[in-house]
């Protein structure tokens, strides 16, 4: 098995040439590296081999790693994204480690978000994560949801809303999954159009299997988690 420092550098070229063919920079894409299940000295690792952005699906894994690492050295550029479906009451530990929170996915949590931030008096990074499936297990706005909630969203104070997230559904070919990417693009837009108050920069789309057709639509944010730290040990 490559390396870690194989593994970022392939995915950073990987990231670089797909940017090239939209004729955009590599420095408008952000990669988070996906540390879910990853050890804290391989985080430690990634982050001495230049990855600054990590993601984490859980509030309870993100403050045991936090706090090992700490112990292991500063890590001043860090910052912490979590992408995980949150619940009401992780909130408060959530927004306290977290530097954004890309997985806001309801009014109600994006008020108990405001809330616990105006707390802290914090004003919080948040993206809000987007389903295009209307499958009720997964979470997410459905778009005709946020067009209706974006002006009240926006009204939050302790909210910096950066944009928009969405996870792909599994198994889709190219085609689809271009066209889930380009309608995350599109609610962009309208989003921008309606409540043009509201910094909409952030797309984050794309992960290990799909990242590079995510550039081309126009990501600027890829999660990335097995194509950096090799398969997890459970799914
Ligand atoms: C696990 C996870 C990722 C990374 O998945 P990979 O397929 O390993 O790249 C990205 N986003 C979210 C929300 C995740 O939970």
New binding site residues.
């Given amino acids: 098995m490559p390396d870690l420092l194989e593994r970022l550098q392939d995915v950073r070229l990987r990231v670089a040439r797909a940017a090239e063919r939209a004729h955009r920079l590599p420095s408008q894409v952000q990669v988070?590296a996906?540390s879910?299940t990853v050890g804290a000295e391989m985080v430690m690792e990634a982050y001495r081999l230049g990855q600054t952005h990590f993601?984490e699906?859980r509030t309870q894994e993100l403050r045991d790693k936090t706090r090992v690492l700490a112990n292991m050295g500063p890590m001043p550029d860090a910052c912490w994204h979590l992408?995980?479906h949150l619940q009401s009451n992780k909130v408060k530990p959530a927004v306290e480690l977290s530097d954004i929170i890309?997985?806001v996915d309801s009014v109600r949590l994006a008020e108990l978000v405001d809330l616990r931030a105006g707390e802290l008096g914090r004003k919080l990074p948040v993206l809000l994560q987007v389903d295009f499936t209307a499958e009720p297990q997964r979470s997410g706005f459905v778009p005709e949801e946020l067009l209706s909630a974006a002006e009240g969203l926006a009204s939050l104070g302790n909210l910096a809303i950066q944009g928009l997230?969405t996870?792909a559904p599994l198994g889709l070919d190219e085609d689809e999954l271009r066209r889930v990417f380009r309608s995350l693009v599109g609610l962009r837009d309208l989003l921008a159009g309606r409540c043009p108050r509201v910094d909409w920069r952030h797309l984050s789309m794309g992960?290990?299997?799909d990242?590079e057709i995510a550039i081309e639509e126009g990501s600027t944010i890829v999660?990335?988690?097995?194509?950096?730290?090799g398969e997890?040990p459970y799914p």
């Fill in positions: 988070v996906v879910k993601g699906n992408v995980g890309e997985s997230m996870i992960m290990t299997d990242f999660r990335i988690g097995r194509a950096i730290f997890r």
